[in-house]
């Protein structure tokens, strides 16, 4: 049996998703927890890996698994193995033919800017803090010249082993609420580093340092050197995935505002 999984966690005192030698990881964390329930040696698969302080609101996984469990024993017996930073927040059995990277249409990411002149003691690793004003309608103006099909080169990280750099950004949303300041992206899939380059940039923009059209520039030169700085992991949330309906994932409402063609996309067809 196949079972998928959403994970929320913290990833303050993780070394990111993937499991490493000689750091804890939340891969293998999750991966000890669930073999304990199922009795048996488990891996587990990610729709997208996370890095080094990054936080997940909805990270989606699956594994296989000989051991005949509900979805209430997945859930309630592995969070009685996980630490109190690391949840699973749903469980549901599937057949062989999902997977939670393959199978996914989009994912949403969510940086948070904590905008105000003094820092927050604790907010420290949930937030990147910014003391200088931003005008999040420059950061807009600037954020839609990324939204379509392009070659995102200037904003992957040069260790990215994609073997492509072309993606498609389904949208861009930056919106403040009082203090704080969200920069909401969809895309079918991301590089390495690509939210947090894409968020330097738009803070670079936000801050007056670059005009709004500076990162149309920055997109058509295809390298990474030209564009600005790298923005912190700790405001990084990976909201949630989306997958076909059929398989039944629970959907973000954020994924509302897909293009039609898209939310309607079925890879059977």
């Given at each position: ?88 927040i749903w469980a549901k059995n599937l057949n062989i033919k999902f997977h939670a990277r393959t199978s996914a249409i989009a ?155 898209i939310s309607r996309f079925d890879p059977r067809k």
């Amino acid at each position: 049996m196949r079972t998928a999984i959403g994970i929320e966690y913290d990833g303050s005192n993780y070394h990111g998703w993937q499991r490493q030698k000689n750091h804890q990881s939340i891969q293998s964390v999750v991966e000890k927890a669930v073999s304990k329930v199922a009795n048996e040696p488990v891996s587990i698969v990610c729709a997208g890996r996370t890095d080094s302080g990054v936080h997940a609101l909805e990270q989606v996984a699956h594994f296989d698994s000989c051991a005949e469990r509900d979805t209430q024993a997945w859930l309630m017996g592995t969070n009685a193995y996980l630490p109190a930073d690391i949840r699973i927040i749903w469980a549901k059995n599937l057949n062989i033919k999902f997977h939670a990277r393959t199978s996914a249409i989009a994912r949403f990411y969510r940086y948070v800017i904590l905008n105000r002149s003094v820092a927050s003691a604790l907010l420290k690793k949930q937030v990147t803090w910014h003391p200088r004003p931003l005008d999040v309608q420059r950061m807009q103006k600037a954020a839609n010249f990324l939204i379509g099909s392009h070659d995102f080169s200037s904003f992957r990280a040069q260790a990215c082993q994609s073997r492509s750099p072309f993606r498609t950004m389904y949208f861009i949303n930056v919106q403040r609420k009082d203090d704080k300041i969200d920069i909401v992206v969809s895309a079918n899939a991301f590089l390495h580093h690509m939210v947090r380059n894409i968020a330097g940039v738009l803070i670079d923009v936000g801050n007056g340092k670059n005009e709004p059209e500076w990162v149309a520039d920055v997109l058509a030169m295809r390298n990474r050197k030209d564009a600005g700085v790298t923005a912190p992991p700790y405001g990084l949330y990976l909201g949630s995935v989306y997958y076909p309906e059929h398989f039944g994932i629970p959907k973000h409402p954020v994924f509302d505002q897909l293009p039609d063609s898209i939310s309607r996309f079925d890879p059977r067809k």
